[in-house]
């Protein structure tokens, strides 16, 4: 390849990274896995670059390649759930909770600032925004590999049936059939809301304020007052999870929100939502990664909170692993 054409490369790959990445997630539910598998993308389209002549946009050129190398990644992989996709919800908030289930791959969050990274290009930022929501990525996992590929390139990308045929090397009604068996299968496991009703961006930051000072301070009267009646709360690893208010509360008071100034929590995004690295008090007085909550909102209430207990999420957010203790005592929750 010439220098002229490596340059070029090197401006596509930039160009086209974050909404690839997006997709790949979409596909297989990790991030990690993903990144590799755009890095193998990119090996791949590096390799033919010079042979690639045009013949198709280089856009869905890369799509084709990225979804192939996802296809074909998947033949050995299970499918990332979250427990909710795995069992049904506890109404006992002093249920044992099943231990940590390391043997299963579970769906992991994944950073807006790598889905959503600042571009020029309008079709890169449609495409690493839109279908990520953790609840329709989830929902994905429930199709087979190929059905998947073909509801995210026509249903979330908007790929035309004769372009999604041309990466896929098959026919428009192949590609037709595999989505309406996908599109009918999804409608099986109910309504999924990709687009959640939050609230206005002063609304919003107040009740996110407010979720932090109740949880830093361990007031769970005032973190009651933020959920919604139905409110889910999930926790991977842990099979366990919980639905309702009442008993999310109780939970919460008796395994996690025992003692004011054992918890801190940094705010950024995941998955198009508000989210939050979790830090836990460590016996040096500074706060160690614990873990990432993603929140899903409807209104000004809380409606879920999937807890990712794993201290090795946080670093994808470009947060540090411990946070020196502040000088201050966590602020009182405001209700």
Not at 1 to 16: I, K, Q, S, V, Y
Not at 261 to 288: C, E, K, S
Not at 309 to 324: Q, S
Request: aromatic share 8%.
């Amino acid at each position: 390849m010439t220098a002229a054409g490596e340059a070029e490369f090197a401006e596509l790959a930039d160009r086209h990274r974050p909404e690839l990445l997006a997709h790949c997630y979409r596909m297989l539910g990790s991030l990690q896995e993903s990144e590799d598998l755009v890095q193998e993308t990119y090996l791949r389209a590096w390799r033919y670059y010079d042979r690639f002549e045009g013949r198709s946009s280089v856009r869905l050129w890369l799509y084709k390649i990225a979804t192939t190398t996802c296809l074909t990644a998947l033949k050995n992989r299970r499918r990332r759930p979250l427990p909710s996709g795995l069992s049904a919800p506890s109404d006992d908030a002093e249920v044992a909770l099943g231990g940590p289930e390391a043997d299963i791959p579970w769906l992991q969050p994944a950073p807006d600032s790598l889905l959503h990274a600042s571009t020029a290009d309008p079709a890169t930022v449609v495409s690493g925004r839109a279908g990520v929501r953790l609840a329709f990525v989830a929902a994905l996992q429930q199709l087979s590999a190929r059905q998947r590929a073909v509801l995210i390139l026509r249903d979330v990308l908007g790929w035309h049936a004769r372009e999604v045929a041309e990466m896929l090397d098959t026919s428009v009604a192949a590609v037709t059939s595999a989505l309406q068996r996908a599109r009918a299968q999804l409608a099986q496991a109910g309504p999924i809301a990709d687009d959640l009703a939050e609230p206005s961006e002063p609304e919003l930051r107040n009740l996110l304020d407010r979720y932090v000072a109740a949880f830093e301070y361990a007031d769970v009267a005032a973190l009651a007052n933020l959920l919604r009646a139905d409110v889910e709360l999930e926790m991977p690893p842990i099979p366990t999870w919980f639905t309702g208010a009442d008993v999310v509360c109780a939970f919460l008071a008796r395994e996690v929100l025992s003692t004011p100034g054992q918890w801190r929590l940094i705010a950024t995004r995941a998955n198009g939502a508000p989210a939050f690295a979790v830090y836990q008090r460590g016996g040096d007085g500074a706060f160690h990664a614990y873990g990432v909550q993603v929140l899903s909102l409807i209104g000004a209430h809380v409606a879920r909170i999937n807890a990712f207990l794993d201290p090795g999420l946080i670093a994808a957010f470009d947060l540090p692993a411990v946070v020196p203790a502040p000088p201050a005592t966590p602020r009182a929750a405001r209700t």
